[in-house]
């Protein structure tokens, strides 16, 4: 069952083309399934078409694979009909005896061992050659040209999704496959008739050729045709004798005399032509009509697995899922552009009010020699002064306030909080924030550090804060 | 017993990336997730709230970073905490967790909460510095609020500018961290990025095992992507070079302007399937929201046919010549091969179309163009498989260049992706010896015959080993 289960089957196969196309998961979903079917994971095709049947409700309508199908069905049906009675009739007009003269096997040899025999080189050279080369052999099949006119005239346009979902190779084997059926159904109808007409009349035959043949040369001949069942069904080959009795020659007025005497002899031919169509026409033919659908199934396999999906598919099943991402998406910040930002373009050398934010006594004792600033009070915030400390610190500034911030350290809130607090001050009228850069680079802030600080004191709308940007 | 389960699944080691605010917590995260996807600011603040990347493997988690806001009001939160003293060692992480508790709804201490919160809940603390700024005092408190909770930690020295304070702070960090270690994420290349990832295995005993076991994971899904790509680009010679574009004629006679729309149409084929490979190659390395320059050497417009793409990217002429000869190429398509020469380093190979210098050179030096069926009355005007001996080192060449700059490409970079190709000559990546067994393959797509599975085995050895040395 489960054997069956994993046969891939042409509708299988172009479903799967079509749902590739329409969908192939994503490889979270496909990674989750092959961990589920875990024992499958060993043979691709299996889990291929496990995930095939899980997924195959999602395959659009209309279908291809009903089309063609549909219309495969019917050619095939049709054409094996027209094989069956073509074989019928042909085996019919070559059997007819009226009795006047006898009936030449060398026709019935001819469609029973000649033509299976040669057509069948023509199939083994068209399985074993590829592209240019097949398409050369292909040409000698009869079939084919009936099944190209067949699909020109009635569904070509139906159909010219065909060359996108089957490969040429797979388009032969297909072709291939086929025509071994109808030339079977053939051979077929050619043994019913041969039956038939055996049954249903006292048929003489004989042999005729325009060659000078003597009757001991036919007759190795036909033995050796007859080889392969000799062994085991020898009375179906005929004697020399019977050989050289059925002999005809047509310019004769009458029929040979020792002929019509013997005429019930004549009829023993019909075991051979019998054997010979068995063997060269159905049973030749059955193990070609068989290898050419083992053939065309390993094709659809190998094809199967080199579907454009498969790989990727393939791939997500033994890749272990690997997702590093967040679980949840981010709100991203809008950032406020800095429209109206109060700035001062110099720095005084005089305020009533220095503040340093994280800045040391000496650091800032080092900034105001540096800028040549003065003041008469000096306090060092933030850093590891606890924020009672600056609260006091805030309350005692007076007038107008410089406030040195480090530029390459963002404002936090614990720094709009100690802001926030000066500007209530009110014996504060006016607080410059001057962000330095580090001493290395003589406290010069880089661009967009200020443009950081910027756009904060923009934000907090305070009237008295302005940004020193000299 | 239910406990106990939920104890077993949480497991796996968790790291809360902490710090001031805009030191680079976010762009080490990203860099560390693969993801790009994170909002990388200059603007304080720019995490407002915590963020989990973990690393799952088929639906496991094997760790979970967290990206977290700055610290915000830390000498509060330390004052807090200090208000609770005598508090013992082991129980100073229970204070910090009733801090939480008492200020989970206080916008004051979002940013603190939100940060804490993963550490108290088990996580390794991943303290985060510019390096590149001199160390200053108010980092204490951070630091101290961080020991309070009593957690494996490590701090990253992350040098976001060129100036380097590393020594100052390697003085002031080793006080409260076991472990410092220098990191770029800008610059880090993988095997930094796996080395970090050891360094966090060694905060905590049980963490080693699943720590190795990512980096494990993360080494061979690495490797997948490189085959992966390779096998893009493969995939995308193969097409492009096979490509033939199919022009139903109406009238008696092919006119210039069908002749002009089949030419055009085969050339915005060609675009449109480097324009996929491009983004195909993008999505394996996960870089998704990649803004690219918009010039002529852009991967997605017409840069393909620039003169200049076709000098660096492909083979010089005495390069092309040694290779097309020694494979035989020369032969039958001798002709093209002195006019291709020529159009390679005067003018634009297919861009000369539209661009009118190519006419010059003619339009049939590069690919075929022929008229199908005339004698069935049936006409059909193709274009193409291109003929061109440098077409395919100069589409080589392009993506090689293009996945190396994607793959080294930090996710935590936020810039334009520079596709400046000023030092890139295919000719000295891939040797004469080499291109030997590329110009077979491309001989067989000129033909338009189908390549076996050895041959493709083959020329992807080539590809991957010349872009295993661009990521070098």
Redesign the interface.
Known sequence: MQEKQNNITLKNYIDFTQLLQEYRGNHEEN??FA?KHESLLKSPQSILLQWFRDNAFRVKEPLYSKTFLEHSFTALTILSFISFFLGLFTGIGLLSYSGATPVNIIYYLLFATFLPFISMVITLLSMITKDSSFSFFKGFFSWYWVEKLLKYFTLKEKFDWVDTYLSSDLQKWMGIYKLQRFSLLFSLGLMIALLFMVISQDIAFSWSTTLQISAETFHNFIEMLATPWESFFPSSVPSVELVELSQHYRLGEKLNYEMVNQANKLGAWWKYLAMATLFYAIFLRTILWLVSGYFFKKQLEKEFLSLNGT?QLL?EFN??????????K????D?IEEENVPVKESVNSQYHSILGW?L?DNEMLLVNDSKKIQSSRIYST???H??EQDEVSASEAKGRVLLYV?A???????FV?FLEILVENRDVFEVELFPLG???NNYIRSE?EL??WK??IEGLKFDKVWVIDA | MHSDKNEKESSYPKFAVVG???KGKSSIVSS????D???I??????T??K?????????KVIYELF?TP???????VL?WLKKQEPVSADKRSDVVRAFIFEHRDNE?FR?EVELLEPIVNGAGIIYVV?AS??Y???Y??EMEILRWCGQPSMAILNLISE?DYREQWNNALGHYFRMVRTFNPIESTFREHLELLEGMSHLKEEWRRPIKFAIT??E??YQ?KVE?SI?IIVDNIQKTLSFVYRLNVKGEKVTPEEEERAKIAYREQIIKFEIEQTKAIEAIW?HRSIEKIENILSLENVGLFSEESASIFGLSEKGLIITGASAGAITGVGVDLMFAGHTLFMASLIGGVVGGVGAMFGFNNLYEVKILGQSVGKRELTVGPMKNLNFPYVLLGRALYHNALIAKRSHALRGTLNLDKDTFFLEQLIGSDVRKKLEEVHLQLRKGKSLSEESIIEYKKVIRASFESLLD
């Open positions: 990674r989750l961990l790989k791939y890749t272990p899922y690997v997702s590093t991402k967040a679980m949840t981010e709100n991203h910040l950032i994280n040391s933030g850093g590891n606890s924020f480090k390459w350290e963002p404002p936090t809130m614990d909080d580090t001493i290395e967009k443009s950081i756009r904060k | 001031h605010p805009n560390l997730a693969l993801d996807s994170v909002q600011g200059d603007t304080p603040g720019t407002q709230v963020r989990s990347f973990p690393l799952i493997v088929d639906g990206d700055g610290f915000q009001r830390a000498r509060r004052s004051k940013d510019d700024k001199p200053g005092v108010e204490e408190v100036e994971i993360l061979d899904l997948k992966k096998d996960n």
